[in-house]
């Protein structure tokens, strides 16, 4: 029979645990009742540390790649386009570019970082048009460069980033990256002061 607690009870139903203890002591004994809160305990551990959608670990915060930096140190950016000779004839010109405008260059950079962002295509694919259209990207800050980028523009497309915390790098197909790059390419037009149709 159980009897009350030698304190008359006052502190029973603060301690649950107790009583569940001297239960499984009493039906599978004291080494049983030990590996048993001792799986507890993990799984408590486990519950509390596991990181909930609005964590942000992976990816960044706002689908962005986390290996990019905060935009906010983006002061300005610096744009150069190698001379292609494919294409029509001629070839396409080389152009340089460059801005002190923070919000502009913030936005090109911000758009960077979600669109390499997507996950690399896993497939060989074919890529028609490729006229070598490459656009070679540096973002500045006031104290040193925080990221640059090469961006393919033709092709199908792809995009790499080379940060202090490491590189990625992606093709532009399926639907998230089409979704995505129109907003790249129109910040990176704004800056080259050109229409997107004339980007490649």
């Given at each position: 029979m159980m009897t009350g607690s030698p304190d008359g009870g006052k502190n029973a139903g603060s301690r649950p645990g107790r009583a569940y203890d001297r239960r499984v002591r009493a039906r599978f004994g004291s080494r049983a009742a030990a590996i048993v809160a001792a799986l507890v305990l993990l799984l408590l551990a486990a519950g509390c540390a596991m990181p909930g959608p609005a964590d942000g670990a992976s990816p960044g915060q706002g689908g962005a790649w986390s290996g990019c930096g905060p935009a906010s140190a983006v002061t300005g950016v610096s744009i150069t386009r190698p001379h292609s000779a494919l294409g029509p004839?001629?070839?396409?010109?080389?152009?340089?570019?460059?801005?002190?405008?923070?919000?502009?260059?913030?936005?090109?950079?911000?758009?960077?970082?979600?669109?390499?962002?997507?996950?690399?295509?896993?497939?060989?694919?074919?890529?028609?048009?490729?006229?070598?259209?490459?656009?070679?990207?540096?973002?500045?800050?006031?104290?040193?460069?925080?990221?640059?980028?090469?961006?393919?523009?033709?092709?199908?497309?792809?995009?790499?980033?080379?940060?202090?915390?490491?590189?990625?790098?992606?093709?532009?197909?399926?639907?998230?990256?089409?979704?995505?790059?129109?907003?790249?390419?129109s910040a990176l037009a704004g800056i080259l002061h050109l229409s997107v149709d004339n980007l490649a």
């Open positions: 004839p001629g070839g396409i010109a080389a152009l340089s570019a460059s801005s002190r405008d923070a919000t502009a260059s913030r936005r090109l950079y911000r758009a960077a970082c979600r669109l390499v962002e997507v996950e690399a295509h896993p497939k060989a694919v074919s890529c028609p048009a490729d006229f070598g259209v490459v656009y070679k990207i540096r973002f500045r800050s006031a104290r040193s460069s925080p990221a640059t980028a090469t961006y393919a523009a033709t092709g199908c497309g792809s995009l790499a980033m080379r940060t202090a915390a490491g590189s990625r790098s992606t093709m532009v197909i399926g639907s998230r990256a089409a979704a995505l790059e129109p907003a790249f390419r």
